[in-house]
């Protein structure tokens, strides 16, 4: 593959934005958000098992087929397997008799003399290991789909469709699907109301009134793996129905120790029958419409549930409102061909995050899509899920989240404390519980450590005053106290060092023979400042500690004048040129104090000729973006975040591939709309002009509603 760098200097792009004429940009229009919003919604002439579509509001998600529900699950189990999911739904396989999870034996590495130990060897204790990994696991709550007949008796295969359509209207949240099965119509609509776990559904059809069209609700058992379902043990779990009146069933849900409730509500005529343990079927009526809600929850809800029809229209007053009052980016009028598959990812993005990092805990990689990593959430990650909700006017998106941090507050001081630290130590791949799965890698990572302190602030500046500052003083503090106390002091070089051990945000470094990386040591300055700042606002002296750890933290690793991974990098990073180029990340996710400009200009353009494009991950991207945009290359950041690479490459309905089990990721969706945060409303201490990380030859944008970054 033809590097990036040798195409960008064939094309003059690395000159710089300076050296183009002014033109082309717009500051200060009016947006006609819906025009821009609806230009991109995304459609299917067919199935998509690679790009299905989903709806959902943050705390719940359903994913489904050309149907518009999950009638065809098979087609999709090997691509992107449709699953229900929520923040709640979790469930965990019994402890095995004999192990007892509080006998985990630690690694010890050694730390300046002590021993800390870490989760991270497997050896001699492999089946705990395992089922710590692995639970609790994310559930898939139940399939809802559509049972087709044929006018034999014959169940309906997905060839026998025909003319299948299928639209998600952005704007209002609804999707709607449509097809032909043996010359008769079906509509479907499916939405997800706005503030509860519930799905409205409304399908039209003759099919309904000949009694060859129904509904089935099934639910299966719990697993760790990607469908997060295992359809195999029906007497491992148990589905108790409970008819509430005419047009209402309870199901309730039982999975050895794991409860949860599903309700179904339906209008008109119609009765539900039981086929088997876990499978409930819906025959309507004899006339050519059906509407149903059905709800899930951790609890049996007695409250009538709303009908469909209010629950669209709460769906669509919702979704205008979201797309009214948040930021907008419209890259209409550019003359530049990658115009409009950008503001196509863009505005995807801001759909995809808000129905799947906006809950009131980290998401998983995946959102509420499928299982990654268990369903289990990665913390580091947040910030690339999350962060850019602030800058987007959506700040309220990421204060969802934020108070899980402080239900897991006493069990992060308690980590730090055994391991010898002040503070709270976060953990990394982590579920609703807060304890730290064991890992090679996960418990070693550090870079998560200022992420509250991060979030804190930008919570802070969207909503300046006392009350916020209250609200996360205790996150921020306990995050700096564990930050400065994890700070080692080099005497014989006077400076303050970070590891080892430690593994830095490029992963493939081993923690015993890794420390001072580049990019958490200015994320460490960065986060003690912050803090102090958090200080004078509560009208409290600056902590000594922190500003001598802060003063004194080692300068930024260079060797053959680029800058490396971490000091102990062999040689330079073109070594180890995979995985993260994390080193960009000093001068672009962050402000880059410590950084050099021109020191970090050569890093990019080496990072461009060298990296192994294969191995990377989709927020590489728009990391690189935001570097190229702060180093005033804007031409190369708009190259970074179109790269056509395998881990860079965009479906249909807005996701980005990474690998067969992990189909999706939205670090790369959030990723994106940080960066164009950034590239538009520009950052403190950068240039004053109207979007200026983007290109002033063949560019037009337009932006609202957006705030410049810290």
Not at 137 to 155: F, K, M, N, S, Y
Not at 287 to 305: G, H, I, K, Q
Not at 475 to 499: I, T
């Amino acid at each position: 593959m033809l590097s990036l760098m040798t195409a960008l200097t064939r094309r003059g792009f690395l000159a710089g934005a300076s050296t183009l004429p002014a033109g082309g940009l717009v500051a200060g229009e009016r947006i006609r958000r819906r025009s821009l919003v609806e230009r991109h919604n995304p459609c299917h002439r067919g199935f998509a098992p690679e790009a299905p579509l989903s709806v959902g509001n943050g705390e719940f998600a359903f994913t489904a087929d050309a149907t518009g529900l999950q009638t065809f699950p098979e087609m999709y189990e090997k691509r992107v397997p449709l699953c229900t999911q929520s923040q709640w739904g979790w469930h965990s396989f019994p402890l095995p008799k004999g192990l007892d999870i509080t006998q985990f034996r630690l690694e010890l590495y050694d730390t300046y003399g002590r021993k800390v130990g870490y989760p991270t060897s497997a050896k001699g204790q492999e089946e705990l290991y395992r089922w710590l990994r692995e639970n609790p696991h994310r559930l898939h709550l139940g399939r809802i789909g559509l049972v087709l007949q044929t006018a034999q008796g014959e169940p309906a295969r997905p060839g026998e469709l025909a003319d299948v359509r299928q639209e998600l209207d952005l704007w209002r949240g609804v999707l709607s699907s449509s097809f032909a099965f043996e010359g008769r119509q079906v509509r479907v609509e499916t939405c997800c109301h706005p503030e509860r776990d519930a799905l409205a559904v409304r399908i039209q059809s003759s099919l309904i009134g000949e009694g060859r069209l129904a509904v089935v609700l099934e639910f299966p058992y719990g697993s760790p793996e990607m469908a997060a379902a295992d359809w195999t043990r029906p007497h491992a779990h148990r589905s108790e129905s409970r008819r509430v009146s005419q047009r209402r069933l309870d199901i309730g849900r039982e999975l050895d120790s794991d409860r949860y409730w599903v309700s179904l509500e339906w209008e008109g005529e119609g009765e539900v029958r039981q086929e088997g343990p876990h499978r409930f079927l819906l025959a309507p009526g004899g006339n050519d419409r059906l509407a149903f809600v059905c709800l899930f929850a951790p609890r049996r809800e007695a409250a009538t549930l709303p009908p469909a029809s209010a629950v669209f229209e709460a769906s669509a007053r919702s979704w205008a409102r979201f797309w009214s009052e948040g930021g907008a980016l419209e890259l209409a009028g550019s003359r530049d061909p990658r115009a409009r598959e950008l503001e196509r990812r863009c505005v995807l993005s801001q759909y995809l995050t808000a129905i799947q990092c906006a809950g009131s805990m980290p998401p998983q990689e995946t959102g509420l899509t499928v299982n990654s990593w268990y369903g289990k959430f990665h913390l580091e990650m947040h910030w690339w899920h999350a962060a850019h909700f602030p800058l987007w006017g959506r700040a309220h998106l990421l204060e969802r989240s934020m108070d899980w941090y402080r239900s897991i507050l006493p069990e992060a001081r308690r980590k730090a404390r055994e391991q010898g630290y002040r503070g709270a130590r976060w953990p990394k791949m982590v579920g609703p519980e807060g304890r730290d799965s064991p890992s090679p890698i996960g418990p070693l990572l550090i870079w998560q450590q200022p992420h509250p302190i991060v979030f804190a602030e930008l919570c802070y500046r969207a909503r300046p005053g006392r009350e916020t500052l209250e609200r996360y003083r205790e996150l921020v503090f306990e995050s700096a106290e564990f930050m400065a106390s994890f700070a080692v002091p080099d005497e014989a070089r006077r400076r303050y060092v970070l590891g080892p051990p430690l593994i830095p945000a490029q992963e493939n470094h081993p923690p015993r023979e890794t420390w001072n990386p580049t990019f958490e040591l200015e994320y460490w300055d960065y986060g003690l400042e912050l803090a102090q700042r958090w200080r004078k606002r509560l009208g409290l002296e600056p902590e000594p500690r922190w500003e001598q750890v802060r003063a004194g933290l080692a300068e930024l690793p260079v060797a053959d004048g680029v800058y490396l991974a971490h000091e102990n990098c062999p040689q330079t990073f073109a070594e180890r040129n995979r995985d993260h180029p994390s080193m960009l990340a000093a001068l672009g996710m962050l402000r880059g104090r410590k950084a050099d400009r021109e020191i970090m200009r050569r890093t990019l353009r080496k990072v461009l000729e060298v990296w192994q494009w294969e191995h990377t991950w989709g927020w590489d991207y728009p990391m690189m973006a935001m570097t190229a945009a702060r180093l005033g290359e804007p031409e190369t950041a708009i190259a970074a975040l179109m790269m056509d690479t395998p881990k860079n490459r965009w479906a249909a309905n807005g996701h980005v591939w990474q690998r067969p089990n992990l189909p999706l990721y939205l670090p790369a969706n959030g990723g994106l709309l940080a960066a164009l945060a950034l590239m538009a409303a520009g950052w403190e201490g950068g240039p004053r002009s109207h979007a200026p990380g983007f290109p002033r030859n063949n560019w037009t944008v337009a932006w609202e509603g957006l705030n410049a970054w810290l």
